[in-house]
């Protein structure tokens, strides 16, 4: 197994290349995009080993993949911080080894990813489980926003307001039995019992996701388009 260092710092990369080395790994250093596409061409490695601290890095793991698709890689990261490994969850990493890391886990983290494995520090792998929840459950809501009519996103966005049938018939100029079967139909799309759950949902819905069709954002665009004329 060739595996590619990315550090810009040489001592970095000799040092790594010696530990893995020691531990039986072929290993090789590069630092700028040139000799980075030129390794990952000649020597196909399977495996990156990046320096986080490398300003270009992220840059240097794409052009490694443009090369050699499906490159597994390992980040070792200089800071403890939660933010920074999200970003890099995003890139598409393997493995993410903090600060304190010794030479024994760095070749443990390599060899288990070479094996198919994920390694993450137990805190920061309960991280990644709390963001895709969260982010299934915000795909979910806009998804059961985009089911509803255009009228019903104006009637759940009223109810949010906490708006009655009455006065929401008044504010769109339809019946109320109108608007009632209305607020029956989204009950039935979004599988809730109340009025209330509606205006919660849409609440949550709204801060998921600030809108980039203006019809989420509230009634007001369709209470422009139906003024002047009743609709039923």
């Known amino acids: 197994m060739s595996i590619l260092v990315i550090s810009h710092v040489r001592l970095v990369r000799e ?8 531990g039986g790994l072929a290993a090789f250093g590069a630092s700028s995009r040139e000799a980075v596409e030129a390794g ?9 080993v990046v320096d986080t601290l490398h300003p270009e890095a992220t840059a240097l793991i794409a052009a490694a993949r443009a090369c050699v698709p499906g490159l597994s890689v390992v980040v070792l990261a200089m800071h403890d911080r939660d933010e920074d490994f999200l970003a890099w969850t995003d890139v598409g990493i393997s493995g993410y080894l903090g600060p304190d890391t010794s030479a024994g886990d760095l070749l443990s983290a390599v060899r288990r990813v070479s094996a198919g494995d994920i390694v993450y520090p137990a805190r920061l792998a309960t991280l990644v489980l709390s963001r895709l929840s969260r982010q299934s459950g915000e795909r ?5 926003m985009y089911a509803l ?13 906490g708006l009655s049938n009455k006065l929401i018939g008044r504010r769109l100029r339809i019946a109320q039995p109108t608007v009632k079967n209305h607020v029956h139909n989204i009950l039935a799309k979004w599988e809730v019992q109340s009025r209330g759950e509606i205006a919660a949902r849409y609440r949550r819905t709204i801060q998921a ?4 069709d203006r ?12 003024a002047g004329r009743p609709v039923h």
């Open 15 to 22: 040092a790594l290349g010696a530990i893995l080395a020691d």
């Open 40 to 48: 990952a061409v000649e020597r196909k490695p399977s495996m990156a």
């Open 140 to 144: 979910s809501a806009r998804a059961g």
């Open 149 to 161: 009519t255009t009228r019903e996103r104006e009637i759940a966005a009223l109810l949010a307001d």
């Open 209 to 212: 996701d600030a809108g980039p």
């Open 215 to 226: 019809e989420l954002a509230g009634p007001q665009d369709g209470v422009a388009r139906h």
